[in-house]
């Protein structure tokens, strides 16, 4: 039976020896002072033996807190292995033996430490396993500043793990250095800017430490390595700490490194520390952040604060060109409502549209040439965008890429031949009078004068007519108008406003109307439209006011007034809801017609009064007009506190898209297309001049220009029928019917199209008025709070493809409001 028992230790020895070697366990000592155990080594309290028994070699921690049981750090089948381990165990394990109580739980971590990582000195096994009050031990503190295979010393380590108190000991007791560099050049402050906490950072930083603006072998401070990773906490702290935003690196400045991997927060941090950053150029392409921006986020974010969005680099590329070689037609979106020239030269003279059409992205073909990419411009190959479709353009897309050029007035996608010159890509400037046309003109004048007294000016200023710009509603569908105008001031060589004497417009349409007078340019106010849908639409419907209305009161000020503007004379149409039903309301900048109208309702009702209080505290009182008092009576009053903003804001509360403004709901309500009221106001203001005897100043009205918001297709309706249901089935149906039937009572209230411009026609027709109204046919309905960039791209798509259709129309309405 003994033998049997010693069989089975033999054999759980051998087991155990074969399992894990290096498991520290607890032994008897008592094991190892019987017959066949040989000591063969011993230094300090560390002890080897070899046991025949089962032919392996142990090596053992005496403990003197435990007389008679010590800890077996291993037990090697092998001499070489014991050989190889014991000197390394002695050596690095005295300083945790003679600082701390050791125990198999505890004594564990460090021998492994030890054997995964022969290299480490002791120092770095003790900030391994976060045993600090070993970092005291005088062999750990000659040891503290030595590196192991990588060149990292034990605070290169401390910062890498995160340790905050090994690293506040490490610099504080034992005075470890800051400058070492490992073998990639990081310094410990590299380490621990990759860390997820800025911690490490803050204590490094404290001790006024080197290394904050070293670079490694990658080219990169501890600042480039954290914008890289994104890690913002540690951004700030190693910008608090003394870090500089201006070393530059293999790959640029740090600013680079954030944009490159968009990193918003740490892009921000830099921008906030360092505002000169924005144009900071990198080594090798001499690009901007923005040309390394990658999203449009990141983009806008750089715009926002000022970034030049032209700007070109080293190899003559802007950030539009490199967005569109890669395709990134969000971001480019954001650069073309900022500003982005889409003519602008590059790279072997090539726009834009020249990369874009060998990329063959639709979507940003469209786009570029929306907002004014010209598709005859030449690269220095000679080749215009068309050539370039025609060319490169494969399968599918190759037809509807060209059918599509086409359809915007492309002549030419073929080679040009050898000896004819390349086309002149000069517009037209359109003429003006000059030094010998009024020599002729003077010598007409003289010549049909003469044995006439005089030339009769007054009758020539009266052949002069009134020119009327109409504006229908439409929201964000604003964007159609937008295009139409900048045609039409392609065609003219003016301004909108130069002209039209009058301009009328209902909520979107009375936006641009005011800012048509205030002087804003048409590509301006198409950029911003682009730009302000994202801050206006934001969130669920009803949406808040007042981001629309902190838009509105920057672009027209918040205290400028209607009448600050006199010409030309504008119209802007609301409804006052405080009644039923409701009344039409109009903002001018000029006197309002005093012509007695008798009053449409007969009423006992008191309406509260549209009156100026002292300190505008009221937001029932934004605009002045009529002032209500007994019932048939009206008395027009001033119009001159009215403010821009608020006539603006008033005209855009579209029901359920925003709330009211005051007691005013947009003016689509009751006159989407405005140009009957308009006709009708510029009627009683005439007539009202001519009751107060001022007749010669009377200017008939000549010319009507009525432009849409786009018709969007008719589709089918299955049934407006709404009844009591009687079973579920029917319930079904009276609901789809009641729908169908709120959506078209929604949509004919709204028409802008149909009657309401046939009524306009036949009004101009019988005053011999001539009548222009524009509006192309969509393919698909485009909501009021559109907020998709490729839809709303599409939809001025479809607005130049039937700009191009009406062109000859839209010369001839050039030259009629030219010639008056």
């Given at each position: 039976m003994q033998f049997l028992g010693r069989l089975l230790d033999t054999v759980s020895s051998v087991s155990s020896l074969f399992s894990n070697p290096y498991r520290v366990r607890d032994v008897p000592l008592s094991d190892y002072a019987g017959v066949g155990k040989v000591k063969l080594k011993e230094e300090g309290r560390m002890i080897l033996y070899k046991n025949p028994s089962c032919q392996s070699w142990d090596c053992l921690l005496v403990c003197p807190e435990t007389p008679t049981v010590a800890l077996r750090l291993f037990q090697v089948p092998s001499e070489e292995d014991a050989m190889n381990w014991f000197p390394q165990y002695a050596l690095k394990l005295r300083p945790f033996y003679e600082t701390l109580p050791l125990k198999a739980d505890t004594t564990q971590p460090i021998v492994d430490c030890l054997r995964n990582h022969p290299d480490w000195s002791s120092a770095h096994i003790a900030v391994e396993t976060g045993l600090r009050e070993c970092l005291k031990h005088n062999y750990v503190q000659s040891q503290i500043n030595a590196r192991d295979a990588s060149g990292q010393t034990p605070l290169h380590l401390a910062c890498e793990r995160g340790n905050v108190v090994c690293v506040r000991e490490l610099l504080e007791e034992s005075q470890a250095r800051t400058d070492i560099k490992d073998r990639n050049g990081e310094t410990p402050m590299h380490c621990a800017a990759k860390q997820d906490t800025a911690a490490v950072i803050q204590v490094l930083c404290s001790r006024l430490c080197s290394g904050v603006n070293e670079l490694n072998s990658r080219g990169e401070t501890p600042l480039h390595v954290a914008c890289r990773l994104g890690r913002v906490e540690v951004v700030n702290a190693l910008l608090g700490g003394g870090a500089r935003c201006d070393i530059i690196g293999a790959s640029g400045y740090p600013i680079h490194a954030a944009m490159k991997y968009n990193e918003k927060s740490c892009t921000e941090a830099i921008l906030t520390a360092d505002p000169g950053q924005l144009q900071a150029e990198d080594p090798v392409y001499g690009g901007t952040p923005l040309h390394w921006s990658k999203t449009a986020e990141m983009c806008r974010l750089l715009l926002e604060r000022g970034c030049a969005v032209n700007y070109l680099s080293k190899t003559g590329e802007s950030a539009l060109h490199i967005l569109t070689k890669r395709g990134r037609f969000e971001a480019a979106m954001v650069l073309l409502t900022h500003g982005g020239d889409a003519n602008l030269r590059g790279q072997d003279g090539n726009t834009a549209l020249h990369l874009a059409m060998k990329m063959d992205h639709m979507e940003l073909i469209k786009a570029l040439i929306v907002f004014g990419a010209d598709v005859e411009i030449h690269n220095d190959l000679g080749e215009t965008p068309g050539l370039i479709a025609a060319r490169t353009s494969k399968g599918p897309n190759r037809k509807i890429l060209l059918d599509m050029l086409c359809s915007v007035g492309v002549q030419r996608c073929l080679p040009p031949s050898p000896n004819s010159p390349p086309p002149n890509t000069t517009k037209a400037m359109p003429t003006s009078i000059g030094f010998k046309d009024i020599m002729h003109v003077a010598a007409s004048v003289a010549t049909m004068s003469q044995g006439r007294p005089e030339v009769d000016c007054v009758n020539m200023t009266r052949n002069k007519m009134d020119r009327l710009l109409c504006l229908d509603g439409g929201g964000i569908k604003g964007l159609v108008l937008i295009q139409m105008l900048i045609a039409l001031e392609k065609e003219a060589g003016r301004p909108t406003s130069e002209l039209f004497d009058w301009v009328s417009g209902t909520s979107t349409g009375g936006i641009l109307a005011l800012a048509i007078i205030h002087g804003k340019s048409m590509e301006y106010l198409r950029c911003l439209y682009f730009r302000m849908k994202e801050q206006v639409f934001k969130g669920s419907r009803p949406y808040e006011s007042a981001p629309l209305e902190d838009f509105l009161k920057k672009e027209f000020g918040e205290n400028t007034?209607?009448?600050?503007?006199?010409?030309?004379?504008?119209?802007?149409?609301?409804?006052?809801?405080?009644?039923?039903?409701?009344?039409?309301?109009?903002?001018?900048?000029?006197?309002?017609?005093?012509?007695?109208?008798?009053?449409?309702?007969?009423?006992?009702?008191?309406?509260?009064?549209?009156?100026?209080?002292?300190?505008?505290?009221?937001?029932?009182?934004?605009?002045?007009?009529?002032?209500?008092?007994?019932?048939?009576?009206?008395?027009?009053?001033?119009?001159?506190?009215?403010?821009?903003?608020?006539?603006?804001?008033?005209?855009?509360?579209?029901?359920?898209?925003?709330?009211?403004?005051?007691?005013?709901?947009?003016?689509?309500?009751?006159?989407?297309?405005?140009?009957?009221?308009?006709?009708?106001?510029?009627?009683?203001?005439?007539?009202?001049?001519?009751?107060?005897?001022?007749?010669?100043?009377?200017?008939?009205?000549?010319?009507?220009?009525?432009?849409?918001?786009?018709?969007?297709?008719?589709?089918?309706?299955?049934?407006?029928?709404?009844?009591?249901?009687?079973?579920?089935?029917?319930?079904?149906?009276?609901?789809?019917?009641?729908?169908?039937?709120?959506?078209?009572?929604?949509?004919?209230?709204?028409?802008?199209?149909?009657?309401?411009?046939?009524?306009?026609?036949?009004?101009?027709?019988?005053?011999?008025?001539?009548?222009?109204?524009?509006?192309?046919?969509?393919?698909?309905?485009?909501?009021?709070?559109?907020?998709?960039?490729?839809?709303?791209?599409?939809?001025?798509?479809?607005?130049?493809?039937?700009?191009?259709?009406?062109?000859?129309?839209?010369?001839?309405?050039?030259?009629?409001?030219?010639?008056?």
């Open positions: 007034k209607m009448t600050d503007v006199r010409y030309p004379r504008v119209m802007v149409t609301s409804v006052l809801a405080d009644r039923h039903p409701g009344e039409l309301h109009i903002f001018r900048n000029y006197d309002a017609p005093s012509v007695l109208r008798e009053p449409p309702y007969t009423t006992t009702a008191t309406f509260k009064p549209l009156t100026i209080p002292q300190g505008w505290e009221d937001e029932d009182v934004l605009i002045v007009g009529y002032t209500e008092e007994p019932p048939r009576k009206r008395r027009q009053v001033t119009d001159e506190e009215q403010l821009v903003w608020r006539a603006a804001r008033s005209s855009g509360a579209a029901p359920t898209y925003f709330r009211p403004m005051g007691r005013f709901l947009d003016g689509g309500l009751l006159a989407n297309n405005p140009t009957l009221d308009a006709m009708t106001e510029i009627h009683q203001y005439n007539k009202a001049f001519k009751a107060e005897g001022h007749g010669e100043e009377v200017q008939r009205l000549g010319i009507v220009v009525s432009l849409g918001t786009g018709k969007p297709p008719q589709v089918v309706v299955n049934s407006v029928d709404v009844f009591r249901p009687s079973n579920p089935l029917e319930l079904a149906k009276s609901f789809v019917g009641a729908k169908e039937l709120g959506k078209m009572l929604v949509d004919c209230c709204t028409d802008s199209d149909g009657c309401a411009v046939d009524r306009a026609r036949a009004w101009c027709e019988m005053t011999d008025t001539v009548y222009h109204r524009l509006s192309p046919q969509l393919s698909q309905e485009v909501m009021l709070d559109e907020v998709s960039d490729a839809i709303l791209v599409n939809m001025l798509w479809e607005t130049q493809m039937y700009l191009y259709e009406k062109r000859e129309i839209l010369q001839s309405l050039a030259r009629q409001l030219m010639d008056n």
